[in-house]
């Protein structure tokens, strides 16, 4: 039962790190298209 709640909780930890990844991608592509938008 305890095994099973840290292993949820690790694949949890992964999840968001994988959202947070890609959010942060996210937020770079935004920037570098609003930077080329801005200096064209």
Not at 13 to 29: G, H, K
């Amino acid at each position: 039962m305890l095994w099973n709640h840290t292993l949820s909780d690790k694949a949890l930890v992964l999840i968001s790190l994988q959202n947070f990844r890609c959010v942060l991608q996210l937020n770079r592509w935004v920037i570098l298209s609003e930077a080329i938008f801005i200096h064209t």
